[in-house]
Structures are given as structure tokens and as C-alpha cells.
């Protein structure tokens, strides 16, 4: 068997899909994209094709390799996104020319299904104890939302005190038995992280998430040491070689790894079995489209330490396309008590509509996260 084409589609609301195609007949879909920079993951995923075309799919660690090391600068989150979206579409291919689920083809499962979590209160989060309420009616035992809006270095305890309101809300919607999350979005710095996560503790987050930016993960220490709220990070990590510190340096309680940023399946079950050895828990990050999160699932199934699975269904991120949008059978993604199964058709075990995709990717999108500017017209972090 032999790949003989990778075709692109850019299609709303914010994603890129891939499908690769064989002589045999098989294809696959993946979802190489980072956000805001589909185009450029596009070019990425062609130049890479170069390589691909004539080549047997069943060799995935060996295409891997190449695509990683074949290049003098390597790394990053273009070009991992695109090696992402290849290698989900050639794990696709694989678990159809074998007839069995990608689980199967990973050591088999551990679990049956995960619990998945919704999304409630947007970018700048606004009544966000009703969204909780309507979550949890819908069957969620688990919400997360953003904690802030923009926060300086140093900023006013009344922001502080707008971040507290918003969680105590939710507490009083849907009480202590549901879970969630408080991304802190890398918009806090250290010193009103420090702050926050003291003034949080007594509502219990399940955990607080991205507390800073990757780049300052050297002050997880300090963030660790002033709270028991466990503390996830990683979806601005794109390798196991990024991941390796955080393991190390041991403050990191959750690692959230992309499987559409972080060297698609291959690469995330190896950071994935790294955190496993750290007694680090795994919850996949997944704000993006069906590809993505099918991956997710067959990488939940097979590692003992995913505890809960990001999803955007109805996201504020999805209005107008979203993600059961582009699936020929809307129940794969059925959640029930707050759980999803894993999907047990072969390859990814889903049935992407490619009709609607190809309709779609004539409207096409250029999707831009907002920038947001401080009083004094600094930039600051969305």
C-alpha cells in the first residue's frame, strides 16, 4: 500500500482538516492546525507531503522520525501541528487496512469511556453560574471557564475579587459536587497568580489550569507552594523534550498535551506514559473539531492516567459550525452522565462527511484570536 495524495481543507469555524489517500482504496483524516495560523500549518503539511507521497502508511514511527528529524530546526507549533494531523490520518489508515479500532493497535483499551467536560463562559466570562446550571442539566458533571479577562503584572485586587465572584457562582448554581476548572489562560502573571489561587482554594477547583505561560514554568514552583488546587499545564508544549522538565522539576499535577500541537498520537502516548512514571495525570487538550478529539479518545482509552477529556461542543469558539457538524454518525460523540465511550468503529471510528467538508471549505475561514490591549496600551495576553 502506498499514500498517494494529501488533500487540505480550511473549514469554519477555526479548523484544518487533512485527508490522505492510498492506492488500496483506504484514506484517513487528520487535523494539523494551530489557531489563527491554519494557512501556515497548511504549507507545512504540503512541504511535508513531499516526502509522504509513494511511501507505505503502516510505517508510522518511521515517518515520524523523518518528518521530526529530517529537518535541521525542528520542533515548534507549526510544524508539530502538521506532523500532528499526518500522523492521526496515518493511524486512520492503519486501524482500516487492520479492521480494529486505533486502541487496539496501541496495546488495547484500559477503560471504556471518559468523563468530558463544557466549556461555559467565553473569553471574558459572564454569567457563568446559569451556563453551569444548563451544563450540568444537559448531563455534565465537570465546566471549566476562563478565570479572568486581561490582568497586568500587577493589578487591582478588585480584578481578584470579579474572578472569585465568578467561581462562587458557580458553586452556588450547581454546589461542590460538579468539577471545574479555572483556566487562568496564561494571562496571569506570577505575582497575582500567586494571589488568585489562595483566594480559589476554599471553592475547590477541580484544577486551575495554565496558571502562566509556558515560557515562565520556572514559577510553577512558587504557584505550587502557595496552593493545594492540583495544577494543569501543557497545551503550549509540542513535544516530549518540552515536556521533560515540567516532569522533572515535579509542580505540575496535570498535563494537558494537544494531539492536533503535540506530534498527533504517537508522540502524545509517549508524553502521556512519561507523565505516568511522574504519577502526573493526563486530560488531553481539545477545544477543536471531531478528527482532534477522536484521536483523544483512543489515546484516553489506552492510558491509565487520563482522568477527564476537553471537548467543544457548543463552545463559544463553534458558533455556526461546530462539532458534530461534520460527522456522517452524530452518535460516536453521544455523552451520557457526563461520560463519553470510546469510539469502536475501525481506525479513529469516525465517519468524517466529507460532502459537507468540501461545502464547508469553500467558505473557508481566517479565524484570529483577539488582541487585547491594557488601560496604558500595552498588549496584553489573551
Request: aromatic share 10%.
Amino acid at each position: 500500500m502506498k499514500i498517494t495524495k494529501l488533500e487540505t481543507f480550511i473549514v469554519p469555524p477555526r479548523w484544518l482538516f487533512l485527508k490522505i489517500e492510498t492506492d488500496e482504496g483506504i484514506v484517513g483524516w487528520g487535523e494539523p492546525v494551530i489557531e489563527g495560523r491554519a494557512a501556515t500549518v497548511e504549507t507545512a503539511v504540503q512541504e511535508l507531503s513531499e516526502y509522504l507521497i509513494g511511501k507505505d502508511p503502516l510505517r508510522i514511527e518511521d515517518h515520524w522520525q523523518v518528518m521530526y528529524r529530517g529537518g535541521f530546526y525542528r520542533g515548534g507549533p507549526i510544524l508539530m501541528s502538521a506532523i500532528s494531523g499526518i500522523d492521526q490520518a496515518l493511524w486512520d489508515i492503519k486501524g482500516k487496512y487492520y479492521n480494529t479500532p486505533v486502541y487496539q493497535l496501541l496495546g488495547g483499551a484500559c477503560r471504556d469511556s471518559i468523563r468530558v467536560y463544557s466549556w461555559i463562559g467565553g473569553d471574558r466570562p459572564s454569567d457563568v453560574g446559569e451556563a453551569a446550571k444548563k451544563a450540568v442539566e444537559a448531563g455534565f458533571t465537570a465546566v471549566k471557564m476562563n478565570a479572568t479577562e486581561e490582568l497586568q503584572i500587577i493589578d487591582s485586587y478588585e480584578k481578584v475579587d470579579q474572578a472569585v465572584s465568578r467561581i462562587a457562582a458557580i458553586r452556588e448554581a450547581v454546589g461542590y459536587n460538579v468539577g471545574v476548572g479555572v483556566d487562568f489562560h496564561g494571562r496571569v502573571h506570577k505575582p497575582m497568580a500567586k494571589i488568585l489561587v489562595k483566594e480559589l482554594e476554599s471553592f475547590r477547583p477541580m484544577f486551575i489550569e495554565e496558571p502562566v505561560l509556558p515560557e515562565n514554568n520556572e514559577a510553577l514552583r512558587d504557584i505550587a507552594n502557595a496552593t493545594h488546587i492540583p495544577i494543569a499545564t501543557g497545551e503550549r508544549m509540542f513535544s516530549r523534550w518540552d515536556f521533560k522538565k515540567l516532569f522533572e522539576d515535579g509542580y505540575a499535577d496535570i498535563i494537558q498535551p494537544d494531539l492536533s500541537h503535540a506530534g498527533g498520537i504517537t508522540e502524545c502516548k509517549k508524553i502521556a506514559s512519561m507523565a505516568e512514571a511522574y504519577d502526573v495525570a493526563l486530560a488531553p487538550h481539545c477545544p477543536l473539531g471531531p478528527i482532534a478529539l477522536a484521536s483523544c479518545l483512543h489515546l484516553d482509552a489506552t492510558s491509565y492516567n487520563a482522568f477527564i477529556q476537553e471537548q467543544s461542543l457548543g463552545i463559544h469558539y463553534n458558533q455556526g459550525s461546530d462539532l458534530l457538524d461534520y460527522l456522517v454518525d452524530r452518535s460516536v460523540f453521544e455523552y451520557k452522565d457526563g461520560y463519553v465511550n470510546i469510539p469502536q468503529a475501525p481506525g479513529l471510528g469516525i465517519t468524517i462527511n466529507e460532502d459537507h467538508v468540501r461545502k464547508m471549505a469553500e467558505q473557508g475561514h481566517n479565524w484570529r484570536n483577539p488582541i487585547w490591549r491594557h488601560k496604558d496600551g500595552t498588549i496584553a495576553e489573551w
